[in-house]
């Protein structure tokens, strides 16, 4: 893979940002199409990385690996890499963008020049975030994206807009700055802060590895959020411009699942294995928490947002199965859950337009004046909730199983038993996932508002159709995408299982 | 004394001759444009020869003054910084109708003293120091009389100054009785020797650690800074906070790493009180920001709160393999510091307005006064953003850099609950500082900005620079590390 292709693909946005600058705030429909002109050349570069990645190769790709500051005992680089564990996120990240960038076409009529900028900012803090291999980098990416996110939510946002950007600041800010101790711990005994040769060094102690785990879950756990530190999620969504709402949930989200794949798992693997059955309980916790939340909740988009918790849930349980199937299964896991929540929030955020409300009381009988809204809402409802041939069951399934079969959840507790309350989850998402159905499209149209509402418009066929797309396609065939990450995937579970042979278990 | 020791300070020696020439042509300049640019003139002439002569040590007047890697970093950072504080002052004094010839010899002045702080290698020379560069600022402070609240902060800060340099020249004397000298490599000498005594050693050792404590803002001596920062001039303000600051911290790195250093087993408590200075300071400092009102106030409260994390990183001070690092990231940070800090106070000068307000004060130093500025005036409040997010430490900032190295010192030197204090009351100082951005952004107004030329630069190379030196940080980390070396020989 050619390596300039990974530097390209992070800091494309920034040249969209340098162009924004120059276009007067007036015009905002050239603002728009530059914004969405760069979001999809980003977009295609992604794309050409995909053409070129070797899918039988567990290693990084297309690496670039330059000193940055190497004095004072400083060993720093520009470090960045691709591989099976990342592509797909990368891939995620890119499409949701342009789609997100569309969605706010009529929604954002305020400081649209603002908003751009802010929002290429943020894909370039994403794309990074997953690209790089030097810790030091890596947090300078993932504290990065919260400047622009603050911001989407606390000038864009709802009325208490205010409050959720400072409560989402705040609290991420509280775990990523204890990982950075943990980091600056690892450089300083490391001699490095590059990955893959912090990984290769090993031998951490014990009871340090189990410090620093919790430090990096700290940063991680906040963002996914497992349970109990998820409760910044639901303001924060609900406050969050649509657009911000897609990717908040569809990548952002993503971000700490990832870092737990990507850093907590390969640096510290005996700590992984010790704490493997207490993350698995909280991940089961979070998925039955959020779901019976999530069935409480009487404004859609909150419903929505509680139910993240619960697929994040999901997630967690696969990761730390530690497993092929349970990782892998997280991994797709995380792609679905950013295609269903995406599309979700943007069919939430399309009858706000209409409406200006989102409780599920305003609503009732919209399938007769919505026909089009109403069959892509079914198609994206169900495969929230798992339904077989659509993208959330082969996600779930592949999780229970490697939850079912892990050998690491065995060693505090049953594997099985947990699997069990965990699959009850599915059966609560059925559950809130079809009474908001219901509420919405069901029963009588007797509300007068309701009367007169627009079916979809083409742009916003446009914008959920991508989305459908790949949600049959995972859901149907969906071993073109294991395959890109199955060696990487094997690489980790070797590892870990070295690490069990010659350990304690 | 021959002119080989003049020569060995040169940059010190053309400040104060300078300065005293100043004073007397001052008398003669009817536009005050011109001692202001004879001053900066001055400024940039001690400059220019502090870096050109800057490659080779020479100690001058019997070891009273060491010029060395260390001494040029600190001056180079005091004099740009005293050359930034000359063009700030010009146009703020104008505009607040307190334009007097004097401010920039007093100026000059006190940045003697300043220098001064960062060649003493001699209790003495430090306590010379001390005294002629506060001395100037005490005045500098009341410059603005018959204002009220000028002529309170200048009292204050007299008062408190004369307090803690009193409290520091006791502690002098104590360390004399104990080991016979004065000199920092004769009190070194003097460890060992018999007629030594450790407890008139340690109890002046802390002496003089309180003394520097009131100058740099460290708690519990922080009481007078937020009244003399809000009652002074802001452009005296923003000279104090980063030169008295920096010159503060210059000596207090020196005299304590070199003379009182815990490596001699002389003393060990010494780092369990700086551990819990620097946890109070963080804490205190940070805590009692997040309630201000008043943008002075709450810049003063942040300022403490800096000091406290450079004084994190000095904890492990007393640790050989350590020890060079506490002090360089020190010297980073107040270089990260003193390019944020005079971009905010530029800032502040642009929405302090001449008339007064309700509470007697200027108006537009409320925090509200701020509101609509990120629609009105998007490049001043983009600025501002990326100072507060320089405050906070968070990437791509100077500031990031500057905690991040302090932050690295202070884990290598195993203080792990340490750093904790550090990056949970860092989280606190996000709350307050995000304030102003909330405000800026997320709250509509019409801020009241007086434009000028010096402040629109001040903000512009400020802004630029916290980020652009960010990216190419490597070889500032390598001077700060290069220029601490000689410290220990």
Known sequence: MNPLLLTLVTFFPLVGVVVLLFIPQERKSALRWTALGTSLVTFAISIVILIQFNSADPDLQGVVAVPWIQVAGWNIRYALGIDGLSILLVLLTTFLTPISILSTWEAIEDRVKDFMI??????????????????????????????????????????????????????????????????????????????????????????????????FAAAFAIKVPMWPLHSWL????????????????????????????????????????????????????????????????KDVKKLVAYSSVSHLGFVMLGLFALNPQGIQGGILQMVNHGLSTGALFLLVGMI?????????????GLWKVMPVYAVMTLIVTLSSMGLPGLNGFVGEFTILLGAFGSYAYNLGLSAAILTGFAALGVILAAVYMLYMFQKLFLGPLDKEENMNLKDLNLREIVTIVPLLVFIFWIGLYPKPFFDLMAPAVGKLTAALQTVAVAGLW | MTATDFLSVLPLTILVAWACVLTIADLFIGRKLWTAVLAGLGLATALVVAVLTGGETRVGFNGMVSADGFAVFVSVLLLASGMVAVGLLYGYSRRMGFERGEIYTLLLFSMGGMVLMAYAADLIAVFLALELFSIPLYILAGIARPRSESEESALKYFLIGAFSSAIMVYGIALVYAATGATALSGIVAALGSPAFNVTLFSVGGGLVLVGFGFKVGAVPFHMWIPDVYQGAPSAVTAFMAVGAKAAGFAALLRVFVTAFSTRFDVMPELTTVIWWMSALTMIVGNVLAVSQKNIKRLLAYSSISHAGFILMAFTAYGQESVAADSVA?????????????????????????????????????????????????????????????????????????????????????????????????????????????????????????????????????????????????????????????????
């Open chain 2, 329 to 489: 990231s020190a010297l980073f940070y107040l270089l990260a510091f003193a390019v944020t800090s005079y971009g905010v106070w530029a800032i502040v000068m642009s929405l302090e307005q001449v008339e007064d307000g309700d509470d007697g004060m200027r108006k537009g130093l409320n925090l509200d006064d701020y509101a609509g500025l990120g629609q009105r005036h998007p490049a001043l409040a983009l600025a501002m953003t990326i100072f507060m997010l320089s405050f906070i430490g968070l990437p791509p900032t100077l500031g990031f850099a500057g905690k991040l190295y302090l932050f690295r010192t202070a884990i290598a030197g195993g203080f792990y609950s340490l750093a904790v204090i550090g990056v949970l009351t860092s989280l606190i100082s996000a709350y307050y500082y995000l304030k102003i951005v909330v405000i800026m952004y997320m709250v509509d107004g019409e801020p009241q900005v007086h434009k000028a030329r010096m402040l629109g630069w001040t903000v512009g190379v400020s802004a630029v620079g916290t980020v652009v030196l960010t990216i190419f940080a490597s070889p500032l980390f390598a001077w700060a590390a290069g220029s601490v070396l000689e410290l220990f020989r």
């Open chain 1, 118 to 215: 802010f929002f290429l900012l943020l894909e370039m803090g994403m794309v990074g975030v997953f690209l790089a291999q030097d810790l030091f980098l890596f947090y300078i990416f993932w504290e990065f994206t919260l400047v622009p996110m603050y911001f989407l939510i606390g000038i864009w946002g709802g009325s208490r807009r205010r409050y959720a950007a400072i409560k989402f600041f705040l609290y991420t800010m509280a775990g990523s700055i204890l990982m950075l101790l943990a980091i600056l711990w690892l450089g300083i005994e490391g001699g490095t802060f590059y990955l893959p040769d912090l990984i290769a060094q090993g031998g951490i102690p014990g009871d340090i590895q189990i410090w620093l785990f919790l430090a």
């Open chain 1, 234 to 297: 639901p303001d924060a969504h609900v406050e969050a411009p649509t657009a911000g709402s897609v990717i908040l949930a569809g990548v952002l989200l993503k971000m700490g699942t990832y870092g737990f794949v990507r850093f907590n798992i390969p640096l510290f693997p005996e700590a992984a294995m010790q704490l493997a059955p207490t993350m698995g309980v909280l991940a089961v916790i979070g998925i039955l928490y959020g779901a019976v939340v999530s069935y409480a909740q």
């Open chain 1, 352 to 364: 706000y337009e209409r409406r200006h409300t989102r409780e599920m009381d305003a609503f009732g």
